[in-house]
């Protein structure tokens, strides 16, 4: 945004907003209206968005993602904005570091395939040097969050473009060898074909282009232990179904259409079809796992639990920093892959 106050008074502006941010704790809007006269906002129009919606009729897992997003709260200032993806960090133990947020990517494409409201794609925006961050996602609610967000952000100026898709559209809407680094954390268990959307995705990364996507992990304290023991058995929640079943109702809300959960093995296979090299790095951990854990020991003397999950909870071992790991990888529901096209 424009501000018709001259440079030298909006510096002044801007140094005491940058003050008030250290003592404004959570007075967010005073520096957010602080911000907007020192022409630090910018208007949302600013952001290229795409909408492909007019070629398709929302679907079910389309209209899930619409009314439902993982953090509806818009931000009232940069500075907040980038608090909260420090707290993400803190909050996720290894997620930083499995998904190699947020590298160097110089002069590079991203893309974040289901940006959500769009932490990464203005993670990437602040923290990498990539030329152009793609985010794309088929819910108009999380790209309005992550454009509202971006414009909060000079950086992003230029260098960030948001495009709504659809969860049966056949093609991502980008050319053949456009993309050099895939993002995608936490989506393709969600869609309705997740290998027909990896096979999109390899299209559209070169040759030698490389990424990081995070799917559920079946090798997790969350089924295993917090779905199996303190929903299903605890909490008598889900009667009847199966541990996987109940996964789908307990991760992104009970109303969630499809919320898969993928052994490594399986999601493997599936990157390869798609024609990725692939590799597993492990899960990564949330909270609600790491809690759970206090009650490893009673899940394992309980005689209604499944022989899978007490055999589960038997072979987890604990890392030098008393992570939870199973059969040498962290066993937490956020399961990394790193991709490389040949
Ligand atoms: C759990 S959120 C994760 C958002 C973001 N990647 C993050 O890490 O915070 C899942 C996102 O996937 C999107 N999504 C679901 N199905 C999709 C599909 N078939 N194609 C693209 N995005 C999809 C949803 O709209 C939602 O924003």
Not at 178 to 187: M, Q
Not at 320 to 336: E, I, K, M, Q, S
Request: aromatic content about 8%; glycine content about 10%; charged content about 25%.
């Amino acid at each position: 945004m424009s501000s018709i106050l001259p440079p030298r008074v909006r510096k002044r502006i801007a140094g005491a907003a940058s003050r008030l941010r250290r003592y404004a704790g959570e007075g967010w809007r005073a520096v957010g209206a602080i911000e907007r006269v020192a022409g630090r906002h910018h208007p949302v129009e600013a952001i290229p968005l795409r909408d492909l919606r007019d070629r398709h009729a929302p679907g079910q897992v389309d209209q899930y993602w619409t009314r439902h997003t993982v953090n509806s709260t818009p931000f009232r200032a940069a500075a907040e904005s980038r608090r909260y993806l420090e707290r993400r960090f803190d909050e996720h133990p290894r997620f930083r570091e499995m998904m190699e947020l947020y590298g160097d990517h110089r002069d590079g494409v991203i893309l974040d395939y289901g940006c959500g409201p769009g932490d990464d794609v203005v993670g990437f925006t602040l923290h990498s040097r990539a030329k152009r961050i793609i985010g794309m996602d088929v819910s108009p609610r999380a790209l309005g969050l992550t454009r509202a967000r971006l414009a909060l952000h000079g950086e992003a100026l230029g260098r960030a473009e948001l495009i709504q898709t659809a969860d049966d559209a056949t093609r991502v809407p980008l050319p053949d060898a456009s993309v050099d680094y895939l993002h995608s954390g936490g989506v393709l268990h969600h869609a309705s074909d997740p290998e027909g959307v990896l096979r999109e995705l390899h299209r559209v990364v070169k040759p030698g282009g490389r990424g990081c996507v995070m799917v559920y992990n079946q090798h997790s304290v969350w089924l295993h232990l917090y779905t199996a023991y303190t929903c299903q058995i605890v909490e008598g929640k889900f009667a009847g179904q199966s541990a996987l079943d109940a996964f789908t109702h307990n991760v992104d809300g009970e109303d969630c259409p499809l919320a898969r959960c993928y052994t490594p093995d399986e999601f493997l296979a599936i990157c390869r079809r798609a024609g990725f090299e692939a590799e597993f790095v492990g899960g990564y951990l949330s909270r609600t796992e790491l809690d759970a854990l206090a009650d490893r020991n009673a899940a394992i003397a309980h005689p209604a639990l499944a022989p899978a999950h007490r055999a589960f909870l038997e072979e987890l071992r604990v890392d030098a920093d008393g992570l939870p790991t199973y059969r040498g990888f962290h066993a937490g529901v956020g399961g990394v892959f790193r991709l490389r096209r040949p």
